[in-house]
């Protein structure tokens, strides 16, 4: 079945560089994406990428992507307080419906 | 530019009320619309789907149904709700059926 898997917490220091994990079990999803969510907030679309790609880099954003494994990473460069939020990894199942499926969401601790 | 806006932002209801939570999009036409669930502490869950005017797809059996009355128009609702609906209700709409856009949601506490 569907079902995408996260570790629920991580904490790291301002300046370190983050690594938030993601396991997905639908080997026909067309894309993968990252969106983080502030206390109390709607979801931000941060990026994604293409099933064909295995990397993908934007300012202090990189995605990896292991389609092998279906693994998908997430680091975060030179982290902020401002980082600190939930970030959930979604697969879309295939083809262009738009209708994803999340994980349980890592909660990221920035510490001063 | 194209703005998503849900309301209300926060809403207590007794058990057995009515429910109407309404979503619209502005700047696009012919959206892909969705609602979602975030229950505490756990991801979303996707409730309904719509690709146009009047189309709508369940996508869990639930106490909760959706309607499309306009193009950009997305409604929620329940005839009589449940303590078990109570959670952060979030539309979001796509241009492409690639990138999803979502809204600031709805805090839904049933008492």
């Known amino acids: 079945g569907e079902d995408v898997e996260q570790s629920l917490f991580l904490s790291v220091r301002e300046g370190d560089s983050s690594v938030i994990n993601c396991t997905y079990t639908?080997?026909?999803?067309?894309?993968l994406y990252w969106y983080k969510q502030e206390p109390g907030a709607g979801l931000q679309l941060l990026t994604y990428?293409?099933?064909?790609?295995d990397m993908k880099q934007d300012q202090r954003l990189t995605v990896l992507l292991n389609k092998k494994d279906k693994h998908l990473s997430l680091r975060i460069a030179d982290t902020q307080t401002g980082d600190s939020a939930i970030y959930f990894c979604?697969?879309?199942?295939?083809?262009?419906?738009?209708?994803?499926?999340f994980g349980q969401g890592t909660t990221l601790q920035v510490k001063p | 530019s194209q703005t998503i806006h849900q309301w209300p932002a926060t809403l207590v209801q007794p058990v057995g009320s009515p429910l109407s939570l309404e979503c619209t999009v502005e700047?696009?036409?012919?959206?892909?619309l969705y609602w979602y669930r975030q229950a505490a502490g756990r991801g979303l869950q996707l409730l309904f789907y719509?690709?146009?005017?009047?189309?709508i797809s369940s996508e869990v059996p639930q106490n909760l149904s959706a309607s499309r009355p306009q193009d950009r128009q997305f409604i929620l609702s329940s005839k009589k709700l449940l303590l078990s609906d109570s959670g952060f209700y979030l539309c979001?709409?796509?241009?492409?059926?690639?990138?999803?856009?979502f809204g600031q949601g709805t805090r839904l506490t049933v008492v």
């Open positions: 979001a709409w796509s241009p492409n059926g690639r990138e999803a856009f």
């Open positions: 979604a697969e879309s199942g295939p083809g262009n419906t738009g209708k994803l499926i």
């Open positions: 700047g696009t036409s012919n959206p892909n």
């Open positions: 639908d080997s026909s999803s067309t894309y």
């Open positions: 990428i293409f099933s064909n790609m």
């Open positions: 719509s690709v146009g005017i009047g189309q």
